[in-house]
């Protein structure tokens, strides 16, 4: 039977005002960035105590922070690899000439950005291991910036920061499976191999049931967390073994029958307007108190936050410019030098993967301290940076200054 209660005059204005936000992509990291603020002013407050002590009392094995940290996350890498995989096979990254310039620019702009870490830390064998901070860019915040701008800037720049996000993100995964993994209990380790096993049959044998994968998914992320190996890491490894069907006859996937299309679509949101955001909250607080100008200029910050300015600019940009120069790529189409430019600054932005890394290479509350000192310090003037730059950049000057 229909309800008879009467609709206020503005229910339909505020449902639709909601929706247009969590239907604008630019919403996630707008709302990632009110996060990181009211976490610091949290941090600074008279509740700071109350805050930390929230974030470190225990619920069953684990911290609130380490239950957010290993458990939630894992649903942000699970999405990371349903949009790595989906893309590679079915998207913008689905063959070798779409991947090159992307891809060679996401691995410029993770290299450049340890080199400059490890010069400001070569005295400090205990900071050497941040040396992959710097090398991570927030996909949410780089692209919420970018569509702050609209039509200023052209689709295909979105979508070459999108793809080169996306592969900078499995580049992340990858180092942080090599480099920050613990001491490994072999018992979990061959449990997870083997349900790995069991996920991989299943893909193989044509089982569409997304329910089955998922409660797998969920034995293989406590076996995962007691290996040694980051919990997080199962979410990806899930994501690899979801099947996407294809429609017969093309190499385009039917979104509507694929369980990884499905999956994606039912994470988007959540991820992006709650789990980041929570996130970002229990791990961008930082306590100023105490803090002198010394600290903002200690190897390790400045570390963080040149490699975030600096070195990806160099990297990206200095990639971008090497293959076009080369013959080897072509621009994005209808974007300009600087245009490009103002981009390879948004890379910059590093805040949630970026302080994800942090927390497993230091132990230390003073140099997680530091650490997040550099990520905020770097973000926020590579994200400024890159906006003015994309402002003020006409998109009709001709792009041949560089390669003349």
Not at 123 to 133: E, S, V
């Amino acid at each position: 039977m229909a309800s008879t209660q009467p609709v206020s005059p503005n229910q339909g204005r505020i449902n639709s005002t909601l929706r247009q936000f969590l239907d604008n992509e630019a919403s996630g990291g707008i709302l990632l960035m009110a996060v990181a603020v009211l976490a610091i002013l949290t941090a600074n407050s008279p509740v700071a105590g109350s805050y930390f002590s929230a974030l470190h009392a225990y619920i069953g094995p684990l911290s609130v922070q380490h239950w957010i940290n290993d458990a939630l996350m894992a649903l942000f890498f699970l999405l990371v690899g349903l949009e790595i995989k989906r893309e590679m096979l079915d998207g913008q990254l689905s063959s070798w000439s779409r991947r090159l310039l992307p891809g060679a620019a996401a691995a410029g702009g993770m290299a450049v950005p340890a080199v400059i870490y490890i010069a400001f830390n070569l005295g400090d064998p205990a900071a050497l291991r941040g040396w992959a901070i710097p090398s991570a860019t927030d996909i949410a915040f780089a692209l919420g910036v970018l569509s702050l701008l609209g039509p200023k800037v052209p689709a295909s720049l979105k979508i070459f920061l999108a793809a080169l996000a996306i592969i900078d993100d499995l580049g992340a995964v990858i180092v942080i499976a090599l480099f920050y993994t613990t001491d490994l209990n072999f018992v979990a380790l061959g449990g997870a191999a083997l349900v790995i096993s069991a996920l991989v049959v299943l893909n193989r044998s044509g089982v569409m049931r997304l329910w089955l994968y998922l409660v797998l998914g969920a034995v293989l992320w406590v076996l995962v967390l007691r290996s040694g190996v980051h919990a997080t890491l199962a979410g990806v490894i899930l994501a690899l073994t979801i099947p996407i069907r294809l429609t017969p006859g093309t190499p385009e996937a039917s979104p509507s029958v694929s369980p990884l299309h499905q999956l994606e679509h039912a994470l988007q949101k959540p991820v992006a307007f709650l789990i980041v955001p929570i996130f970002g909250f229990a791990n961008a607080g930082v306590s100023f108190s105490g803090v002198t100008p010394a600290v903002l200029i200690e190897p390790l910050t400045l570390g963080v936050a040149a490699g975030l300015v600096v070195g990806k600019l160099v990297g990206v940009f200095g990639t971008v410019a090497a293959l076009v120069r080369l013959g080897l790529a072509d621009l994005p189409a209808a974007a300009s030098w600087g245009q490009t430019l103002g981009v390879a600054l948004l890379c910059g932005i590093g805040f949630t993967m970026s302080l994800f890394i942090g927390l497993l290479a230091f132990d230390e509350p003073a140099m997680q301290d530091r650490v997040k000192f550099g990520i905020l310090a770097g973000s926020l003037i590579a994200g400024l940076a890159g906006y003015t730059v994309l402002r003020v950049t006409d998109r009709r000057k001709a792009a041949s200054t560089i390669v003349s």
